[in-house]
């Protein structure tokens, strides 16, 4: 029999306690693999960051839709080679955005707009968000300003408009010619230089004087394209009436057809100021026989060049005047013009004018010396018969009695009757 060890008394506690643990299991190679520690960082990596990716994509998004901050529709302007931290400012201060100008630089890489952010005045519209206010800037579709240039002006006097609208940069460098700028509506961003304007309303004037000689009446006398330009101007300073300038323009073809001279109050103001173009004041005797390039009362045909801008409507008029045999027009006292073929039908109608203006006199003063007199309603009929006649301005209107002689009207374009100078037809 073999002997068992002797059992040595133990507390109930240590009885229940094994008398050995047993040693932990060992890790496997490939646990061991560094590989295999390096892979499971790597995941452990990757999953962390996906879900943070996932985050900043949402809060991205809800970023860039969330409607922004502005209560109303708003202009704001980006300057030039502004950069993105520049245009974030502008924005943020305009009230146009309301995140952190690092915020917006974010949205701009997230919709790889880097390089696209263009300079200009641009329209937000109310609660534009960070998308839509990105977008806006990326397109490039800037505020567009209406100028409008009206008919009649003289280069200078469109030059000098151009130069008081504060839309506009740089100066012009040279006075375009007259009659080379279509008067017209146009739109520009803000910045345009006054160059580009000058240029872009010569080539639309160039385009458009050429699609009207080519559909120009084969009547008319005109040899030129340069000529038709002349004869519009004349016919944009008589009249401003839509209806009459084709009547205006019979009348100025049949005077040249007839070789009668125009005689057109416009060119004696265009020769004695030039690009000026007003006067300030009546036209006086003398100025009437004074001797000028542009002088329709002293030489035959039509003056050397243009006196104005005309625009399209006295263009079309002048290549395609109206069937008329009219020689004469006087004003009719309602803003338009009586047409008429005969002068004595015309001096009637002068006279018509004269009995007309002669009611509505308020105001008497002395006349200078050197005004022209006009004919009064019961005064001798003019032995100066012009093609036109209009009528006076009744605030700057001399009374019309025989002696001292009143001063001529004071208005742009309005014709003098002077009665001592030799002419062929009454105005």
């Known amino acids: 029999m073999s002997e068992r060890p ?24 490939r646990a061991r693999n560094p590989f295999v520690v390096v892979g499971n960082a790597i995941f452990t990596i990757l999953i962390i960051l996906m879900i943070g990716a ?22 704001v302007n980006i300057p030039t080679r502004a950069g993105k931290r520049d245009i974030a400012d502008v924005l943020l201060r305009e009230g146009v955005i309301s995140v952190n100008p690092w915020a917006f630089i974010g949205g701009v890489f997230a919709l790889k707009a880097s390089s696209d ?18 977008g806006t800037i990326v397109e490039g579709k800037v505020v567009q300003h209406s100028v409008t240039i009206p008919e009649g002006l003289t280069s200078e006097q469109i030059v000098a408009r151009l130069t008081d609208n504060d839309i506009f940069a740089g100066a012009v460098r040279e006075l375009p010619r007259e009659g080379t700028l279509l ?19 010569q080539q639309t004037q160039k385009r458009v004087l050429a699609e009207i000689w080519e559909r120009r009446n084969a009547d008319v006398l005109v040899k ?15 009249t401003g009436r839509a209806d009459e300038r084709s009547r205006v323009a019979a009348v100025f073809t049949n005077r040249l057809r007839q070789r009668i001279k125009l005689q057109s109050d416009p060119t004696i103001i265009y020769g004695l100021v030039g690009g000026k173009g007003t006067l300030g004041r009546p036209i006086k005797r003398s100025e009437i026989t004074q001797p000028s390039p542009y002088n329709t009362y002293v030489i035959e045909g039509l003056p050397p ?33 009586t ?3 005969t002068y004595d039908a015309h001096q009637k109608n002068v006279v018509k004018l004269r009995a007309l203006e002669k009611q509505i006199q308020n105001d008497t003063a002395e006349p200078s010396e050197d005004a022209a007199p006009p004919t009064a309603a019961g005064a001798p009929v003019d032995s100066n018969p012009t093609a036109t006649t209009r009528p006076a301005a009744p605030a700057k ?26 002419a062929v037809a009454q105005r």
């Not at 290549?319 to 338009?336: E, I, Q």
């Open 6 to 29: 002797p059992i040595s008394p133990r507390s109930p506690r240590a009885a229940l306690e094994p008398e050995q643990v047993p040693p932990p299991p060992r890790r496997s190679e």
């Open 54 to 75: 996932g985050g900043a994509y949402y809060y991205g998004r809800q970023m860039l839709e969330t409607p922004g901050p502005l209560k109303e529709d708003k202009v």
């Open 117 to 134: 952010l263009k300079p200009g005045e641009y329209s937000f519209q109310k609660n534009a968000s960070l998308r839509d206010v990105i």
């Open 183 to 201: 008067p017209e509506t146009y739109k520009f961003p803000r910045g345009t230089t006054r160059e580009q304007v000058i240029q872009r309303m």
């Open 224 to 238: 030129s394209p340069e000529q038709l330009v002349t004869l519009a101007s004349i016919v944009e300073k008589e």
């Open 305 to 337: 060049g243009p006196i104005a801008n005309p625009g399209r409507a006295s263009l079309e008029a002048a290549a395609n005047p109206a069937r008329t045999r009219d020689l004469f027009f006087v004003a009719d006292g309602t803003g338009g013009h």
């Open 339 to 341: 047409f008429t073929e």
């Open 397 to 422: 209107r001399q009374p019309t009695r025989p002696a001292p002689p009143a001063t001529a009207p004071a208005r742009q374009g309005a014709a003098q009757q002077p009665t001592t100078v030799p």
